[in-house]
């Protein structure tokens, strides 16, 4: 076919022959870029293909034929009260103050609805069974520019006017584009000009980008190989040597889904956080815990593990029934008594000398003081080991670094604080010029495509 407008090739096209393959012919804006406005897409480039998905009328530009006057219909319009009438339409009130039809409201086209109006020049009133069928009844306004056939015609409508209008309908038109994520939405006015070649591109496949999420729920398909098409956006969130290589054009191998599951950690000292995979070999060194108050010791109770500390801060007693505590003191917290605002929590407290028995103490949770755990500085844990026995967060220090890494940051790090344990998938990948250096890329903080 020749090439035509987009917008009279949208006016003319049947909707039942959908989808339908466009080439554009002409229309370079902006040296091909791609802009988009309100979710539009307002540019095209010579020879870019559209498959043509859906066409939704989104408004309707009627043009007085005399006055060359316009107004916009939405495509909602049945010609009921609040429409838009031009300033010259009348209104006939009856004797009961009732509004009459005007004098132009045919019978057989009842207010609101449009029929063919006859216009001589080069406008021709179209006539068929139709059309005869119409007069009984009139056109919505879906019909009447459907009737159009690309070339509007001459319309009437009570409501509006009585004069003939000519009714230029704009398209919402939904598409796929060749490595475009989503459809796109372009006016029908957009001024390009597009030729239909649907038979003779039926070969053709509009490939669409993916997330590694969405590769990550197709495990069916892996491993395989993928270009990076978009990079990860903005600065990068992990310092490693190889996300600064996840570029646009980069060829990966994937591998699969990682079964391995983290540990988010942060450094106090720098503010600096890590992600520990569950296949870390380093080991680990509890570091005591701090407390601030007798109601921090009750929160820092665990089933079925002692909690011993040493008094950091002196407290001075209340009367008979809370002695003082002061630096030095070695206590066993035991649990809680009572409930509600009168909880207490009892205490044993060592006496000053080893074979010394020692006593019980009761407590008020609001009690002050300041508290530091005894914690056994000798013994080493693995990463699974330390999640089994210790509740997060917690306090660690690196005291054996990982022997299968080159450089283990966590190493030189005073303290680290294992925040929480994490459960999400990780895709594992690796270059294609290096299949051996493999990495796990992580889908939710990664944007990539």
């Keep these: 076919m020749e090439p035509l407008s987009f917008q009279e090739y949208i006016c003319s096209l049947d909707p039942a022959t959908l989808p339908r393959i466009l080439r554009i012919c002409s229309g370079v804006y902006f040296q091909g870029s791609v802009y988009e406005i309100s979710g539009n897409e307002c540019c095209l480039s010579t020879g870019d293909l559209l498959k043509v998905m859906a066409v939704a009328l989104e408004k309707v530009i009627c043009e007085d034929t005399e006055t060359g006057q316009?107004?916009?219909?939405?495509?909602?319009?049945?010609?009921?009260?609040?429409?838009?009438?031009?300033?010259?339409?009348?209104?006939v009130l009856s004797s009961q103050g009732r509004p009459l039809q005007p004098p132009w409201a045919q019978p057989h086209c009842p207010t609101g609805l449009f029929k063919p109006a006859s216009a001589p020049g080069p406008y021709s009133t179209p006539r068929g069974p139709f059309l005869e069928g119409s007069k009984q009844r009139g056109l919505t306004l879906h019909q009447?520019?459907?009737?159009?056939?690309?070339?509007?015609?001459?319309?009437?409508?009570?409501?509006?006017?009585?004069?003939?209008?000519?009714?230029?309908?704009?398209?919402?038109?939904?598409?796929?584009?060749?490595?475009r994520r989503d459809m796109v939405k372009i006016p029908s006015t957009l001024e390009v000009d597009v030729e239909d070649v649907t038979e003779e591109a039926q070969h053709v496949q509009f490939a669409r980008p993916l997330l590694l999420s969405e590769v990550l729920g197709m495990e069916e398909a892996l491993p395989t190989r993928a270009e990076i098409l978009e990079g990860p956006a903005g600065p990068a969130i992990f310092?490693?040597?190889?996300?600064?290589?996840?570029?646009?054009?980069?060829?990966?191998?994937?591998?699969?889904?990682?079964?391995?599951?983290?540990?988010?950690?942060s450094a106090p000292s720098s503010g600096r956080h890590f992600l520990l995979s569950s296949a870390y070999q380093g080991r680990f060194r509890r570091r005591p815990r701090q407390f601030t108050g007798v109601q921090e010791l009750?929160?820092?109770l665990r089933p079925r593990q002692q909690l011993r500390v040493v008094v950091t801060q002196d407290c001075e007693g209340r009367g008979d029934d809370v002695p003082p505590l002061g630096v030095g003191d070695r206590l066993e917290v035991r649990g809680l008594q009572g409930n509600g605002p009168g909880t207490w929590l009892l205490r044993h407290r060592h006496g000053e000398e080893e074979e010394e028995e020692g006593e019980e103490l009761l407590l008020p949770l609001d009690l002050g003081g300041g508290f530091v755990e005894e914690a056994c500085a000798s013994?080493?844990?693995?990463?699974?080991?330390?999640?089994?026995?210790q509740p997060l967060p917690c306090e660690v220090r690196v005291v054996a670094p990982d022997p299968e890494l080159e450089r283990d940051a966590l190493g030189p790090l005073p303290a680290l604080r294992l925040e929480a344990r994490l459960d999400q998938p990780f895709l594992v990948g690796s270059f294609c010029e290096e299949p051996e250096e493999g990495f796990e890329l992580p889908p939710q903080w990664l944007g990539l495509s």
């Design 298 to 300: 009750a929160a820092g």
């Design 144 to 179: 009447a520019v459907g009737r159009s056939s690309g070339q509007p015609r001459p319309m009437l409508c009570p409501t509006i006017g009585p004069c003939a209008l000519l009714l230029h309908p704009v398209y919402e038109v939904h598409a796929t584009m060749h490595l």
């Design 239 to 265: 310092e490693n040597t190889w996300v600064p290589r996840l570029q646009r054009g980069q060829w990966l191998q994937l591998h699969g889904r990682s079964h391995a599951w983290r540990v988010l950690a």
């Design 379 to 389: 013994k080493k844990y693995k990463l699974v080991e330390l999640l089994e026995q």
């Design 70 to 91: 316009t107004t916009e219909l939405p495509p909602t319009f049945k010609g009921e009260q609040g429409c838009p009438v031009p300033a010259r339409t009348q209104r």
